[in-house]
Nanobody
Framework: LQLVESGGGLVQPGGSLRLSCAAS????????IGWFRQAPGKEREGVSC????????NYPHSVKGRFTISRDNAKNTVYLQMNSLKLEDTAVYYC??????????????WGQGTLVTVSE
């Protein structure tokens, strides 16, 4: 069972990136998917979560209106579209899957992370 993130990189403030989270070895259909991030010296924080059906999403105030999570179960992939990026969005971003719900801590399966750097 594996989750693999991609799409990270270096972007200027105000720019956009789209992260992808692809699953192998299992189907994501019955899992909620969350995106989390951890900046150097800071605790990990959740930045979005999507229900297994895709009908429900949630975001913290820090990214609401700028980040959008979506899923394509046919491709076994979840996406995080990040717009209007700020310096403080710099972090390693992880996707995670859980069979129970967005409120579970910690999620059951984790990817290895992808680095997003927002810099002038």
């Amino acid at each position: 069972l594996q989750l693999v993130e991609s799409g990270g990189g270096l972007v200027q403030p105000g720019g956009s990136l789209r992260l992808s989270c692809a699953a192998s070895g299992f189907t994501l259909d019955y899992y909620v998917i969350g995106w989390f991030r951890q900046a150097p010296g800071k605790e990990r924080e959740g930045v979005s979560c999507i229900s297994s059906s895709g009908d429900t999403t949630n975001y913290p105030h820090s990214v609401k209106g700028r980040f959008t999570i979506s899923r394509d179960n046919a491709k076994n992939t979840v996406y995080l579209q990040m717009n209007s990026l700020k310096l403080e969005d710099t972090a390693v971003y992880y996707c995670a899957a859980d069979p129970v719900g967005c409120g579970r801590d910690p999620f059951e399966y984790w990817g290895q992370g992808t680095l997003v750097t927002v810099s002038e």
